[in-house]
């Protein structure tokens, strides 16, 4: 599909997309994350996300951050260091085990101890500024 969306094969990538219309779970997600776009064409809808990059536009935050970075992840592993990595200002990167049964994406299994992380941190910036 990457292959099709490069090599501008509009007809091709959308009647493969089409299929999802089948699904009509498949078909109301597509519509839901292609609403923000105001784009219909499924080619056009991914073309027009491509072009957002945060590497394009990291260097340019400001506001401390908090990037967590479960092992496991399945659907952006080392993205979570990349950002870290093109940050220049405050951030810290968290890691989240299986040994601590808070691995996988957004840590499923582990939301009690994600969010004490959280409000840790949080806590901690708070305090900096009031102090």
């Known amino acids: 599909m990457l292959d099709l969306l490069h090599s501008g ?6 009647g493969y997309m089409s299929q999802m ?26 073309t027009e996300v491509e072009r957002y990059q945060l590497r394009d536009v990291a260097a340019q935050i400001r506001t401390p951050l908090l990037i967590t ?35 996988f994406h957004c840590q499923p299994m582990g939301r009690q101890l994600t ?8 806590t901690d910036r708070l305090a900096k500024r009031a102090g």
């Open 9 to 14: 094969q509009q007809d091709v990538f959308n």
């Open 21 to 46: 219309d089948a699904d009509p779970a498949m078909a109301r997600t597509m519509a839901f994350r292609s609403r923000p776009y105001g784009i219909t064409d499924d080619f056009e809808v991914f």
């Open 69 to 103: 970075d479960p092992q496991d992840e399945q659907f952006w592993p080392g993205q979570s260091q990349q950002l870290y990595d093109l940050l220049p200002g405050e951030r810290q990167l968290v890691a989240f085990t299986r040994a601590e049964g808070a691995n």
């Open 115 to 122: 969010h004490q992380r959280m409000f840790d941190w949080l």
